[in-house]
């Protein structure tokens, strides 16, 4: 049997061992009438059992009816980016197999490889957001989001005990993902979730925001850059929400933006979440990878996940730990933070060899390719007649929206390109639009035919309004 | 003297040195642009992130330091229970890193995307096949998240009754896993515990003075947390059916009655599964896992979106239009890679392997409980299902407690098992040792870990200090973790320089 090594003779000895004539009778609990019949291959029907070769086969046979980012020109992010990522990543994470087949650090003394990168992990984000507390990560960015408006809710009970604050705002355009998963938590937890849609400048409609902003809002997040690329004002948010005192909750799919961007920290932002896929995690159809979390230090009781801590064992000397887990629920039952158990270890520890690899100074240089081949792509692909950005004056970082035709997937596939991401589905008066991303990974060559390939499915068409 | 630090035990922060790379971009092959003017006056932030800078052979030199420091299965004994920590088979992350999988973007058009939702699509088949349920939902990202998401299903379930108000309790028994209550209670529903019997089992009459029209559903894990079967399953849901209310099972036991018997033909109406312990997606020092969810047909409107179908024509699609669904738990389809690793474990299991690995995994159990039941207290003495749980009772004696021997363990190259899990007010005050050794350890490995726990009971005996000191051989030995909680210190201050 696969991966069961015990031979017959030696099952037939622990049988004995234990007193029992039959590995049957070892399931005696189990009602005679509901045991599963093996000679009753109508019932309980999987298939028989492959060796490697024949899955290996099968899983390529699998492979062969598909197509990714490799094999196009491509431009389309939305939550998911198409970045390099390095071997030094996969090596580590993946052949290495002293992390990958480790589990959750409960004995710190032989732990000390995963402690000691959660720790690092976590200072990591910290310098990315600003924060002074970061979490050893959440399954992905959306439910990091969900999660910090569950911890915003925690806060509020505390903190205005005799108000009635039970609402979210989620203040201009999220990714829909994101809204649907903290719709779905918001629901069950009886907690109202107020949109305030972007205005024409692809940014929160302001006058809406403070007016959404009463004294029933706990808190407001911002997704910037947003699900329409443009980067916010988050000074103005901040401002805004001042009166009310809502908790400020900064999100971001693409996190590579806070190499240059005003961090959620010096924006005012009590907690910082986002998508970690971008850092160094492959894209695998949306997962897994990670969601980051952060906050100020005064929200860390309240935070929901594995956090570690520095600490001293009994001889002095640094070492690692896990810490404050009365907030989990493995302690706190039902009045933990958050029912998270199984986290995304492994997909932190890719973000931290990715961001290490990349260093201080190549991570900005990283960004800051991404804003030239964005801005390039910005002016070429607006030359085209028939295609406007429909965002131009907004500031943006990876992804922008433009203003073509409807249809013109086929004609950009011949030419092996993915174009932008169809907007019809997002919201009304988007036929026609598409959300373009950008990455290292994109090439002049590539941004060229894709503008190419564009003005030639355009010919004929009407012009673009914007 | 000096001391010399030991660069094993340097942080990458610590070593870093201004201007040292490992990485290199390729030279811009656009216009270079002024970063102000690009970005419009977006605000900057005031300095870089103080990230570590490196070169490539100090990068990898620190992770395979640390990894000399962790215990892992394909180095050490790991039987730590309720965790399932069964070999992974090398072929999963082989297969996985291939560009067909690492490069599947959620946005490619669907055309594209054939295969991978063909998978999916057989993944759910196979899970239903094991479960019995009709329906199978691929989208938690974990066992937690899989709880949330059959509460929220049945909450939904209730709320198109009309009885969304008035179902506001859900049942759950004092061994359960702690996540059960705090879902739950994420959920809006208020827990009720119900006290289990001295054995572990559930005590029918008084379940039956908890259950009313207030009850949503009640919470099970079976096996038990006591690693024991509920004989009694199908009592349990006719009580819980008889007054409306559903049943939910925790699958974290699944390992051991997968292939035995199928959980929806005891009533059951909602599961999860765990495919980090029981279809072998690598544990990956704390995740990413897999808490897949089945459901009975009454509740398959409200699973998230989207599904995947298998069309008249034979192609696959994503469907999202389910008018009734709670909509999405997770983005895209959840953690897809860990989908595909569960997928080719079960491919190669198949029927008979399915079954073989519940067997295997009961056989190994019951081995260590009769070959240790002299030496530790095994806490219900009788047939157990894969995981055994003894207490520190004997022991206690000599004022050697489970953490001691857990410690001690390590001693020997052997991963401590879960301690003090179920809790003190279910074992009576004793100190819990929970052992689940997993069907793919050979009887070599048991007999050796049964070798040394002898020993450790003797030297609890003739040398009780031996275990208060131990671990003797690692980096780091007995934290405190109290400092580590009291006075908090979450980051490296080199990171915010």
Redesign the interface.
């Known amino acids: 049997?696969?991966?069961?090594?015990?031979t017959e003779a030696?099952?037939r000895?622990?049988?004995s061992?234990?007193?029992?004539k039959s590995?049957e009778?070892?399931?005696?609990?189990?009602?005679a009438n509901?045991?599963?019949n093996?000679a009753d291959t109508s019932k309980?029907?999987?298939?028989?059992?492959?060796?490697?070769l024949e899955?290996?086969r099968?899983?390529?046979?699998?492979?062969?009816?598909?197509?990714?980012?490799?094999?196009y020109a491509?431009f389309?992010?939305?939550?998911?980016y198409?970045h390099f990522?390095?071997t030094?990543v996969?090596?580590?994470a993946?052949?290495?197999?002293?992390?990958?087949?480790?589990?959750?650090?409960?004995?710190?003394?032989?732990?000390?490889?995963?402690l000691?990168?959660?720790?690092?992990f976590?200072?990591?984000i910290?310098?990315?957001t600003?924060l002074?507390?970061?979490n050893?990560?959440m399954?992905?960015?959306?439910?990091a989001l969900a999660e910090a408006m569950?911890m915003g809710k925690h806060v509020a009970e505390d903190k205005w005990r005799k108000e009635d604050r039970n609402t979210f705002v989620l203040a201009g355009a999220h990714?829909p993902?994101?809204e649907?998963?903290v719709?779905?938590?918001a629901?069950?937890?009886?907690i109202k979730v107020v949109n305030v849609a972007a205005g024409a400048d692809g940014r929160v409609d302001m006058e809406a925001l403070k007016k959404a902003l009463t004294r029933k809002v706990f808190a407001v997040a911002i997704q910037s850059p947003n699900y329409l690329g443009v980067?916010e004002d988050?000074?103005a948010i901040n401002a805004a929400r001042k009166e009310s005192e809502s908790l400020f909750v900064h999100c971001t799919s693409e996190p590579l933006s806070?190499?240059?961007?005003?961090?959620p920290a010096?924006?005012g932002a009590d907690i910082a979440v986002g998508?970690g896929q971008p850092l160094g995690n492959?894209?695998?159809?949306?997962?897994?990878a990670?969601g980051y979390f952060a906050a100020r230090k005064e929200h860390?009781r309240k935070m929901p996940g594995?956090?570690?801590?520095?600490?001293?064992?009994?001889?002095g000397?640094?070492?690692f730990?896990?810490?404050?887990?009365?907030r989990?629920?493995?302690?706190?039952?039902?009045?933990?933070t958050?029912?998270?158990?199984?986290?995304?270890?492994?997909?932190a520890?890719r973000a931290?060899?990715h961001?290490?690899?990349?260093?201080?100074?190549?991570?900005?240089?990283?960004a800051?390719?991404t804003?030239?081949?964005t801005?390039?792509a910005m002016k070429k692909l607006a030359a085209i007649e028939g295609v406007k950005l429909v965002y131009a004056?907004?500031?943006v970082?990876n992804e922008f929206v433009i203003q073509a035709a409807p249809g013109l997937?086929k004609k950009l596939?011949k030419k092996k390109i993915?174009g932008g991401?169809a907007l019809d589905k997002y919201g009304k008066g988007r036929r026609g639009q598409y959300l373009v991303a950008i990455t290292?990974v994109t090439?002049?060559?590539q941004?060229d035919a894709y503008a190419d390939a564009l003005a030639e499915a355009l010919k004929g068409k009407p012009a673009a309004v914007a | 003297m000096t001391t010399i630090a030991n660069p094993a035990d340097t942080l990458l922060f610590e070593t870093s040195v201004e201007g040292r790379r490992c990485l290199r971009l390729p030279e811009l092959d656009v216009p270079k642009v002024d970063l102000k003017q690009a970005l419009k006056g977006a605000k900057l932030r005031a300095k870089p992130a103080n990230l570590p800078e490196v070169g490539e052979l100090d990068l990898v030199r620190h992770f395979k330091n640390l990894a000399q420091k962790n215990f892992s299965v394909d180095r050490n004994f790991y039987p730590l229970g309720s965790c399932t920590m069964k070999y992974n088979p090398k072929i999963n992350v082989t297969l996985l890193c291939s560009p067909g999988f690492t490069r599947a973007h959620p946005h490619l058009p669907e055309a594209d995307l054939q295969g991978h939702i063909e998978l999916m699509y057989n993944l759910e088949g196979y899970l239903r096949e094991v479960s019995g349920f009709p329906a199978v939902t691929l989208q938690p990202a974990a066992g937690a998240q899989g709880e949330m998401t059959g509460l929220m299903v049945i909450k939904a379930y209730f709320e198109e009754k009309g009885e969304g108000k008035t179902r506001t309790e859900i049942v759950i028994p004092d061994s359960a896993h702690g996540t059960n209550p705090a879902t739950a209670a994420l959920a809006g529903f208020k827990t009720v515990t119900l006290k289990g019997k001295p054995d572990g089992s559930v005590d029918l009459e008084l379940l039956k003075t908890l259950v009313g029209p207030q009850t949503a559903g009640m919470m099970i894990t079976n096996p038990s947390t006591l690693g024991l079967l509920e004989p009694n399953m199908v009592e349990i849901a006719k009580i819980l059916h008889a007054h409306g209310a559903q049943l939910y099972m925790d699958g974290a036991n699944m390992n051991a009655i997968q292939g035995i018997v199928r959980p929806a033909d005891y009533g059951v109406d909602v599961m999860h599964f765990n495919l980090h312990k029981t279809y072998s997606v690598p544990h990956g020092a704390g995740g990413p896992g897999a808490g897949p969810i089945g459901v009975a047909s009454h509740l398959e409107p409200f699973l998230p979106v989207p599904r995947p179908v298998k069309n008249e024509d034979g192609t696959f699609s994503l469907d999202s239009k389910r008018s009734k669904s709670i909509g999405k738990v997770r983005s895209f389809f959840g953690n897809y890679g860990a989908l595909v690793m569960a997928y080719i474990y079960m491919s190669q299991l198949g029927r008979e392997g399915v079954r073989r690995a519940a067997e295997n995994a009961v056989l190994g159990a019951n081995y260590l409980r009769v070959k240790l039941r002299n030496e530790f207290k095994v806490f219900t003495d009788r047939v157990c299902a894969h995981e055994v749980v003894f207490t520190d009772a004997i022991q206690a004696k000599n004022d050697i407690h489970a953490l001691d021997v857990a410690k001690r363990l390590i001693d020997y190259n052997i991963h401590p098992m879960t301690i003090y899990f179920p809790q003190a007010n279910v074992t009576n005050g004793e100190g819990a040792m929970m052992v689940e050794p997993t069907e793919t350890e050979s009887k070599q490995t048991l007999d050796f870990f049964v070798d040394v726990m002898k020993k450790i009971a003797q030297e609890t005996k003739e040398n009780p200090q031996l275990l208060k000191e131990a671990p003797h051989n690692m980096p780091v030995v007995r934290l405190d973790e109290v400092r580590a909680s009291t006075q908090p210190q979450l980051y490296c201050p080199m990171c915010m320089a």
Request: charged share 20%; proline share 3%.
């Open positions: 049997m696969p991966f069961i090594q015990n030696e099952r000895e622990m049988l061992a234990i007193g029992v590995l009778d070892l399931f005696v609990d189990v009602p509901l045991r599963i093996m309980f029907k999987l298939p028989a059992g492959q060796g490697e899955v290996t099968h899983i390529e046979g699998l492979l062969a009816k598909t197509k990714n980012t490799g094999d491509f389309r992010g939305g939550g998911i198409n990522v390095s030094v996969d090596h580590i993946l052949f290495d197999s002293s992390f990958i087949t480790a589990y959750t650090p409960y004995q710190p003394e032989c732990s000390q490889g995963t000691t990168f959660m720790f690092e976590q200072s990591s910290c310098a990315l600003g002074e507390v970061a050893a990560s399954y992905d960015g959306a439910s569950m990714n993902d994101y649907q998963v719709r779905t938590y629901d069950v937890a009886g980067i988050l000074d806070l190499a240059l961007l005003q961090t010096e924006a998508e492959h894209q695998f159809l949306g997962g897994p990670f860390l594995r956090i570690v801590s520095e600490t001293v064992d009994k001889n000397k640094r070492a730990a896990l810490a404050l887990a009365t989990e629920q493995h302690i706190r039952r039902e009045k933990a958050s029912n998270i158990c199984t986290n995304q270890s492994l997909c520890l931290l060899i961001l290490a690899a990349w260093g201080k100074n190549g991570f900005v240089e990283l800051e390719h804003v030239a081949k801005q390039y004056d907004s500031p970082f997937e596939l993915v991401l290292e090439t002049k060559a941004i």
